[in-house]
């Protein structure tokens, strides 16, 4: 089956730097999307990877490996807006998106 | 832009009543939308992928007869949850694509809770 793979919760301290991993298997890959989701909220387009490496867009960094199907989210000089849940979701061969169940961001002052 | 609008942003009703949640695309045509629904703290599940113009594909479990989904125009998808039961009570979400379901982004609207009485 298809399946990926999230912490449930993390929690990090205001100012400072934490990654979210994702690792998937899915039958095919046509690119792995971050969102970000709010409580109560719909989710946001945070970054896409289709190739390997990192693509940064200011305090947000996403690394894709796809030989070892996993991805990481990486969030800098975190501010206390940034407390939300973080979906990881990989496109699979049929370009249907596979949702992982999110990892729920507490940042603390 | 590509911005998504749903209607209503909140809804309850009384259990055994139908009630109608409408997805918009404002500022392009969506050739696909997608239904999702939310439970409390879990991750989006896909109801159903929906085409303009022809019958929505359903993912297994989802009941087609009970959630029905008119994508009538490019810019227009529309779920009825009929004949409702406080277990439909849910978050449920829409989101669009530019083109067929290969482009890469869905542009998600801002969501639909309905509570089931």
């Known amino acids: 089956g298809q399946n990926i793979d999230q912490p449930t919760e993390m929690t990090a301290t205001e100012g400072a730097i934490v990654q979210i991993n994702c690792t998937y298997q899915?039958?095919?890959?046509?690119?792995l999307f971050w969102y970000q989701q709010h409580a109560g909220e719909a989710p946001t387009f945070l970054s896409y990877n289709v190739l390997d490496g990192l693509e940064e867009k200011g305090r947000f960094s996403s690394f894709l490996s796809r030989s070892k199907g996993y991805s990481y989210l990486l969030l800098k000089e975190l501010q206390m807006k940034d407390s939300a849940s973080y979906l990881c979701?990989?496109?699979?061969?049929?370009?249907?998106?596979?949702w992982g169940a999110g990892t729920k961001l507490i940042i603390k002052p | 832009g590509a911005v998504v609008s749903q209607h209503p942003s909140r809804v309850i009703c009384k259990s055994g009543t139908s009630v109608k949640i409408e997805c918009r695309s404002l500022d392009f045509q969506a050739t696909t939308m997608f239904w999702y629904r939310q439970f409390p703290k879990k991750s989006l599940m896909l109801m159903a992928t929906?085409?303009?113009?022809?019958?929505?594909?359903?993912e297994q479990g989802v009941e087609k007869d009970k959630f029905l989904i008119n994508h009538a125009s490019l810019t227009l998808s529309t779920l009825t949850v009929t004949s409702a039961h406080p277990e439909d009570s849910s978050f449920y979400i829409c989101s669009a694509t530019k083109g067929l379901a290969g482009s890469y982004e869905q542009y998600f609207g801002p969501g639909t809770r309905l509570t089931v009485t």
């Open positions: 899915t039958s095919g890959f046509n690119g």
């Open positions: 979701a990989v496109k699979d061969s049929n370009y249907q998106l596979i």
């Open positions: 929906s085409n303009e113009g022809s019958k929505a594909t359903y």
